[in-house]
């Protein structure tokens, strides 16, 4: 099922410690629906600017594979809101600046972001139906920081 021009629910939901563990991270319609307007919104226009391909490194959790990996049930991967990605040759830190400057989104996190390794790291970024928040977060692994450039 396709999300959006480039982006499908397979990707979304694709999970490696989901297929080692046999965890079901089937979605509900309501999660396919925000996930939908996740790709519509968020990732999909980040193809078209860049022009390059990519896929999330994580879409959709479920309940069980968030205990799984240690991850909150209350997260927006668990309500189909999130993903965590990158755009192969463009600097994380670029991304997380075009998507702050361009895009609607609830939360964009430059993650385990080093200023020294513009690869380092990934962008999370949310997407809401409504309510977007615009917050701006860098995370180093054990604190959120306001990233205010």
């Not at 490696?16 to 046999?22: C, D, N, P, S, Y």
């Not at 959709?60 to 997260?75: D, H, N, W």
Request: hydrophobic share 35%; glycine share 8%; charged share 25%.
């Amino acid at each position: 099922m396709k999300l959006s021009n480039n982006f499908s629910l397979r990707e979304m939901t694709k999970s490696q410690t989901a297929l080692r563990r046999g965890i079901d991270n089937t979605p509900s319609e309501a999660h396919i629906e925000a996930l939908r307007a996740l790709c519509e919104n968020v990732l999909q226009p980040v193809r078209d600017h860049y022009g390059r391909g990519f896929t999330p490194s994580s879409g959709y959790r479920s309940p069980a594979l968030c205990r799984a990996i240690g991850s909150r049930g209350t997260s927006q991967h668990a309500k189909g809101e999130a993903a965590d990605f990158e755009v192969p040759g463009v600097a994380n830190i670029e991304l997380a600046r075009w998507i702050r400057d361009t895009l609607d989104f609830d939360q964009l996190i430059l993650e385990f972001y080093d200023p020294d390794d513009p690869t380092a790291g990934w962008v999370h970024c949310s997407y809401k139906a409504t309510g977007n928040r615009k917050q701006v977060l860098i995370y180093d692994g054990k604190t959120y920081k306001v990233w205010s450039e």
